[in-house]
């Protein structure tokens, strides 16, 4: 059996320490390494253990990237809700879809999974959150409700998860300049960046004319921040920006 280059960070990062990275000081290592084959096109699935919490983040790996320049990369945060239930309070699903569908087409890239559900509240709290929005109060308010910040989102890890995976730069998939900017304060060389967009479609054309009318039912005009804070947008269709305030 041979050792490919990804697998053979699992070795390399036995005994990584580091400072760690951001207000957490979270570091992490490459801990498992595995082929995914998806629907969106053959994947490696690496695992990363961080000292900080039991939060297992993934980096879903198209092609080539070790060492490599311009990687396509899309940071996603994990949506429970969104992304398995189908939920319509938010578009992380077709977000996410979005993303691999850019990875895939690139030939190369990188997915980072990570598991902050409910901008960084975690589930049980969005919960609580949507409990108080079903109440009349909108996102910030429960958030802050809550005893949180309207975003606990914290891309200090991501940082160090491509650190890690020695990618050279980055041409980051994304409509966030915040994002752009939170990585490169954590020396990620951000190359470039791809918007994000999701190609028309059937179903884009009928999720575009519905989701005004479904979101609206749930929202009745409340204020909704985009859960990922980085909406994709329809090629083509500026109607399917950022509806939420940024
Ligand atoms: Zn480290
Ligand atoms: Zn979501």
């Not at 041979?2 to 400072?19: F, K, N, P, W, Y």
């Not at 569908?101 to 709290?125: C, K, S, T, W």
């Not at 991501?158 to 650190?163: D, I, K, R, S």
Request: net charge negative; aromatic share 4%; charged share 25%.
């Amino acid at each position: 059996m041979t050792i490919d280059a990804l697998s053979a960070l699992v070795e390399r990062d036995q005994d990584h320490e580091c400072g760690g990275f951001g207000r957490t000081g979270a570091c992490v290592k490459v801990a498992a390494v595995a082929d995914l084959p998806s629907r969106f096109g053959t994947f490696r699935l690496v695992g990363f253990w961080n000292n900080r919490d039991a939060k297992e983040h993934v980096a879903m790996v198209a092609g080539d990237v070790l060492n490599g320049h311009d990687v396509p990369v899309r940071v996603h945060s994990e949506c429970l809700t969104g992304e398995v239930m189908g939920s319509l309070r938010c578009d992380c699903r077709d977000q996410l879809t979005a993303g691999l569908e850019a990875i895939a087409q690139a030939g190369r890239g990188v997915l980072l999974y990570m598991r902050q559900e409910g901008r960084g509240i975690g589930l049980l709290n969005k919960i609580r959150a949507y409990a108080l929005q079903d109440q009349g109060l909108d996102t910030v308010e429960a958030n802050l409700a809550l005893g949180f910040r309207d975003d606990e989102r914290d891309y200090s890890i991501a940082a160090h998860m491509l650190h890690s995976l020695d990618i050279k730069s980055v041409k980051l998939i994304t409509n966030n300049p915040e994002k752009l900017r939170q990585l490169a304060e954590h020396k990620v060389v951000v190359s470039g960046r791809i918007p994000h967009l999701i190609p028309p479609n059937e179903f884009n054309r009928f999720y575009l004319q519905t989701k005004g009318t479904k979101s609206g039912h749930l929202d009745l005009g409340r204020t909704r921040l985009a859960e990922q804070g980085d909406n994709a947008q329809v090629e083509g269709a500026a109607a399917a920006g950022p509806t939420e305030k940024p």
